[in-house]
């Protein structure tokens, strides 16, 4: 069985990772004349930040029920998508595996990185379609799959049996974008790492938690990977601003929790209204806090609505007739299905 040591680019594995001055010295000192700070205090801003959070990860690891240990932060989890990609694919060799249409990032980070990516094509119903990857599964040089679950921009959670088939058959890295996962009635794969050592699970404060602008994103996955990460991670990739922040929203979940309430419910309403209307032929239905709307005047419709200011994403370049529509608040949602109304069919 392929160990993450094995799968790692040599470079990598035989790297002396930096040592910062925090890494040095672990204690409380005095006198701090080791790191070329500027010694008059700025509320603490004038220190670098603890470069592997650990206040905030202890905080973390009690709201998402994954020890501090097997956890990775990043700099959002844009950051941790090209990490992962620099440290087991060794540019113009190895390769990628996505299940499209999907997130861009993947396939950005990977032509960033010189790896090729395999797009295999979802399901009509827009799971996995592990028979058609199976060939690419048994390729040693792709060594990293990424499923996003709930998918963007189709917005479904992925079916669990397939997820598992891919666990169990994929030598290589198997990544799990969980970004919309708390808007989603199911649990998260980070709860199962002591099964899947290769198994790296994402998340981020970007989507429910509504913290998009300090970008933090989240690694779950086992203690060697977490180390690989954290040898080739920029020293201090989460700032100091951003772990306070962080840690002061995570206080008290309440008001995350009664938002997502609200968009859950938003997105039905929304759902059920478009539905409704004749300029679309599908509104698939969605785990996420954004749905997926087919229209033949796809492009029309995108024009339209930015032309007044209001924007969604239209997708139709990577999927016929696709627009991919964010739930707002009930007051925007509110508007833009009085616009939409006014399309006549
Ligand atoms: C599936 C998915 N993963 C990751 C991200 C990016 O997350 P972050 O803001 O943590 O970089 C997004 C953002 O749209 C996303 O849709």
Redesign the pocket.
């Known amino acids: 069985m392929n160990t993450i040591d094995s799968l790692l680019r040599h470079n990598i594995r035989a790297l002396t990772p930096y040592s910062s001055a925090r890494d040095d010295f672990k204690g409380a000192a005095r006198i701090r004349l080791d790191a070329n700070e500027n010694p008059y205090d700025r509320e603490g801003l004038n220190r670098y930040p603890d470069p592997y959070q650990s206040v905030l990860k202890k905080r973390i690891s009690a709201v998402k029920s994954v020890p501090a240990e097997n956890t990775f932060l ?8 090209d990490l992962l990609i620099r440290a087991f694919c060794r540019p113009g060799i190895d390769k990628v595996l996505t299940f499209t249409p ?2 861009g ?1 993947y396939k950005v980070s990977a032509a960033i990185n010189d790896a090729e990516v395999i797009e295999v094509p979802l399901t009509a119903d827009f799971q996995p379609d592990t028979d058609a990857a199976w060939k690419h599964m048994r390729d040693k040089n792709v060594k990293i799959a990424f499923l ?1 679950s709930p ?2 921009p189709t917005g479904n959670l992925m079916d669990s049996a397939r997820v598992m088939d891919l666990l169990q058959h994929f030598g290589g890295i198997t990544v799990i ?1 969980e ?2 996962i708390d808007f989603a009635d199911a649990e998260s794969w980070s709860q199962r790492l002591e099964e899947f050592p290769r198994l790296v699970v ?6 429910a938690y509504g913290l ?1 602008g300090i ?3 989240m690694a779950f996955a086992s203690k060697e990977m977490i180390a690989v990460l954290n040898r080739i991670k920029p020293p201090y990739n989460v700032n100091a601003l951003t772990q306070t922040e962080a840690l002061n929203q995570l206080k008290d979940r309440g008001s995350m929790v009664k938002e997502v309430k609200n968009l859950v419910r938003e997105r039905q309403k929304l759902s059920e209204i478009l539905a409704c209307l004749p300029i679309f032929t599908t509104i698939h239905p969605s785990d996420a806090n954004f749905l997926l709307a087919i229209s033949p005047r796809a492009d029309e419709i995108y024009e339209r609505l930015s032309a007044k200011g209001v924007l969604i994403r239209n997708r139709s370049s990577v999927l016929p007739g696709a627009l991919r529509i964010t739930v707002g608040t009930p007051e925007e949602n509110d508007q833009l299905i009085a616009m939409l109304r006014n399309f006549k069919s």
């Open positions: 990043g700099n959002g989890s844009d950051e941790v998508i999907t997130y990032m996003c998918n963007n974008d970004a919309y994402l998340q981020t404060l970007s989507k998009a970008r933090l994103g």
